[in-house]
């Protein structure tokens, strides 16, 4: 069964750069047919796609974030990590990692909270 | 893009049914075959419910029936039962390699 776990800083300073880890297990991230993406939910409001990275290394951003956000892969400790740059109090939200497969999000990690503040 | 639009909540009795809507664009929910649904527990992964447009992942019972009418998918679920109390969200492929979701919809069981 695979299994994705979120890890990184709860709290990051206005202006600095967030950054998670999304671990994976009992599958391997280098497997073919797959993206690995970064959604966030901010308190009170409805999820948001960030973005996705292929295990050969392409990644693709939300229009609306792309020039803070990178999205990197690891494929020797089979994780996937998100870099988000600049954060206001905006950037406050529970971020989730999960695999998608033909167009759809079909696992998932249980997220984490992050919040911006000084 | 825009977030897709879902009512803010719905609600049933036990074993009667509630139809969510999302609608999106000729972009995203109308053009492409890539309507899914999530449940969201708090505290808990969100669960596929609903991939391509009306297709069930295994598990997932057959109370829950995606469809979808020009630029508007919907999701029912019949058969209430309390365990469906949760945060539910449709999600689209907007083309592109972009992606866009749902405003969700909180589903109560009276």
């Known amino acids: 069964q695979l299994q994705l776990q979120e890890s990184g800083s709860g709290l990051v300073k206005p202006s600095q750069t967030l950054s998670l880890t999304c671990a994976v297990s009992?599958?391997?991230?280098?497997?073919?047919?797959?993206?690995w993406n970064w959604i966030r939910q901010p308190p009170g409001k409805g999820l948001e796609w960030i973005g996705f990275?292929?295990?050969?290394?392409?990644?693709y951003y939300n229009p609306s974030l792309k020039s803070r956000v990178t999205i990197s892969v690891d494929r020797s400790n089979n994780h996937f990590s998100l870099k988000l740059s600049s954060v206001t109090a905006a950037d406050t939200a529970v971020y989730y990692c999960?695999?998608?497969?033909?167009?759809?999000?079909?696992?998932w990690g249980q997220g984490t909270l992050v919040t911006v503040s000084s | 893009q825009s977030a897709l639009t879902q009512p803010p909540s719905a609600s049933g009795s036990p074993g009667q049914s509630v139809t969510i809507s999302c609608t999106g664009t000729s972009s995203d929910v109308g053009g492409y075959n890539y309507v899914s649904w999530y449940q969201l527990h708090p505290g808990k992964a969100p669960k596929l419910m609903i991939y391509e447009v009306r297709k069930r992942p295994s598990g997932v019972p057959d109370r829950f029936f995606g469809s979808r009418s020009g630029n508007t998918a919907s999701l029912t679920v019949s058969g209430l039962q309390a365990e469906d109390e949760a945060d539910y969200y449709c999600s689209s492929y907007a083309g592109n390699n972009n992606y866009v979701f749902g405003t969700g919809t909180k589903v109560t069981v009276l």
């Open positions: 990275i292929y295990e050969s290394g392409s990644a």
């Open positions: 009992g599958g391997s991230i280098s497997s073919s047919g797959y993206s």
């Open positions: 999960a695999r998608e497969r033909d167009f759809y999000f079909d696992y």
